[in-house]
């Protein structure tokens, strides 16, 4: 009698144990705000700048999240805000990975006199506290996004520097990087072809979830006078705005879910970049 073969099993491609709920919410927020900010001038919305309706009109048909105390639209003021807040976070972000990170691997590559100077920098700018130094040197350097943007790039790049000097410190002793100095690699090959292409990881996964508080921060300094500067449609000075005209809540509800949005799209983004590239937190 003839074998009849067994059914084939059917495999069921399993998603990832990283890619869960929560980071694909975080991955569509920040997919949208950023097709907005790069597509926004094409939408039928109205100009951020223009009095299009009547002053202090609560949301319609017309104007979704209404009006503010000029007459302008809320939703585009929102939308455009994004520009500001969003292009500007991404080059603070940026900017202070690249000096943080250069300064810290330095510092722990050369050691010595190098490594205690740089650390003595680092934990002077770190006893600080964060918003209190960006007010300081904002209100020392002029109001404005761009000396908002050069103070908190001189509150973070710290960060990325004690995170980056740690990594070399671990790296630098592991096998390969003897093998490589015993090759008669240079000190500059033996730390950018051996010791940073390891090191990355960590500083990827904190300039993600620093990305929000870079947000919240700059909203900070614009919603105090020190950030944006009217009638730039900025999320921080909308809702400085609308604080003048409390009972009128609609004026704050746009920029504000716009800055709760991106905060948890990114800690959401953090968290799945975390359990990927984190080994420990299998």
Known sequence: MAEIPAPS???????????????????????????????????????????????????????????????????????????????????????????GSAIGAIAGYAGGFVDGAAMRLVDITLSFPPILLAMAVTASLGPGLENAAVAMVIVWWPVYARLMRGQVLSIRSREHVEAATAAGASHTRTLVKHILPLSWSPILINATMDFGQVVLLTASLSFIGLGASPPTPEWGSMISEGAIHFYQWWICSGPGIAILSVVLGFNFLGDGLRDLLDPRSK
């Open 9 to 99: 099993r059917i495999r069921v491609r399993q998603m990832p144990a990283w890619l869960k709920l929560p980071v694909l919410v975080g991955i569509a927020i920040i997919g949208f705000w950023i097709i907005t900010c790069l597509t926004v001038d094409l939408w039928p919305i109205y100009d951020p700048i223009d009095m299009v309706g009547r002053r202090l009109q609560p949301p319609s048909a017309d104007h979704w999240f209404g009006t503010d105390a000029l007459g302008r639209d809320v939703l585009s003021r929102t939308l455009h805000g994004a520009r500001f807040s969003l292009i500007m976070s991404c080059a603070v972000i940026v900017c202070a990975v690249l000096i």
